[in-house]
């Protein structure tokens, strides 16, 4: 069957130097829209480190571009026609900075859609900063233990268990446990940054 196909570091950055240069944007001000170094951008886009969670989401917000562009290069979205089957050892698969792994579960990108198998390794977590983005999230944890924290509240969920909450929710992941925790997650709604992205600020 095959391992799903990896997104490298090298890929992320060509995608995010592509985005960018469609908005003309420099490095600088797009590190300043998203809170982060130009250093820290420049090394995503030479290959050199992979993206947390939140640093993605936070690229995709401000460069106007869903998350899942970054899987591969952009298809035209779907508008009906034949099913589509995605073999397991065809997913598109993104290793994110700290201990993180995303595989697409959609043959395309989908307007208003996300739909991903996602791993954390123990101790693995989303990132330093909670996420806010448009859409309705919902999780549903295959194996292993998550600790999801939506604004004040953290849910401690299992095997079976799932959760949904709103758009613009602060929230958090975490395996606090020992071993890998594995869910599925999908998105439904207005895509990261296609109705309010940042104001850019020029510097």
């Known amino acids: 069957m095959g391992e799903p196909r990896g997104v490298n570091a090298a890929h992320i950055g060509r995608r995010l130097r592509e985005l960018r240069a469609a908005r003309e944007l420099s490095l600088r001000q797009l590190a300043k829209v998203i809170g982060a170094s130009p250093s820290l951008l420049s090394q995503i886009e030479n290959g050199k480190v992979m993206p947390s ?45 700290h201990g993180v792994t995303w595989e697409n579960l959609l043959p395309r990108e989908e307007p208003a859609l996300r739909f991903m198998e996602i791993h954390y390794a123990p101790g693995a977590h989303s990132g330093e900063h909670m996420l806010r983005h448009p859409g309705r ?27 949904s909450f ?35 600020v020029e510097g």
């Open 53 to 97: 969670v939140d640093t993605l989401y936070h690229l995709g917000s401000a460069l106007g571009a869903p998350v899942a562009a970054f899987f591969g290069a952009v298809p035209e979205p779907s508008s009906g026609g034949p099913a589509v089957v995605v073999r397991a050892g065809e997913r598109q698969r993104i290793q994110l900075e």
């Open 166 to 200: 709103g758009e613009f929710q602060p929230h958090h992941l975490q395996n606090d446990g020992s071993v890998e925790a594995r869910a599925i997650v999908c998105s439904i709604g207005d895509e990261q940054g296609a109705r309010h992205p940042p104001e850019l």
């Open 137 to 163: 999230d919902i999780f549903l944890v295959l194996e292993g233990e998550m600790t999801i924290r939506v604004g004040f509240a953290e849910h401690r969920l299992g095997p079976g268990d799932a959760i």
